[in-house]
Each structure stands twice: as C-alpha cells, then as structure tokens.
C-alpha cells in the first residue's frame, strides 16, 4: 500500500524537494525554521504510514491534517522570510494542496 499509493509517493517526493531547499537556507534558519519544516513532513508521513497499520483511523487522519496545517505555516513563514524564492513557494503549495486532496479522498473513502 505504502510505495504504490499516490499519497504516499508525492510526501516522499515532498520530502526530498523540502530536504533539498532547506540545506541552502543560512546557518541560522537551518536551526530554526528549517528543522520545523523538516521535522512536519517526516512526522506527517510517520502518521500516514500508522494510518496504514492501525484501527483508530479518525484520530489520525485529524493528527495528519494538522501536520500538514503546520507544514503549510512553516513554508508561508519561510517564504515570507524571504528563505524561499517565489517559485519554490508556489511549488511547495501547489504540491502540499494536492497531498492534502489525497489525504481527504482517503479519509472519506474509509469513514464515508
């Protein structure tokens, strides 16, 4: 389920672009904002993949929905800090949102 499932292949993605970016921020942000932003993405693939094992479905799926909430403040932040280029911005949402859309049709493909 994990390597096929297109959710799971865009965070994978995501996770390598955001890894890449964020080497190339200052010193300084590498430490804050950066290891944030990091720490978002791999926590919210974490949950997905105990989406894929456990029961309790609801609770998770509102745990990864936050995450990617969070993921999205952290990027904004960046951005606006001038750590992303306008470009990497657009890139970063148009591909968080489409995550999120895949995280939605498959909260309602469980719950209904």
Known sequence: MTESSPIFSKTFSMMRWIMQVTEKFPKSERFRIAKQIT????FFQHVLIE?????EKDKLFITADIELTK???YCRLGHEMKLFSLNQYEYFAFHVSEIGR?????KHSITG
């Open 51 to 55: 989406l894929v094992y456990c029961d």
């Open 102 to 106: 895949l995280l939605g049709g498959w």
């Open 39 to 42: 720490d978002s993405i791999f």
């Open 71 to 73: 993921l999205r403040i």
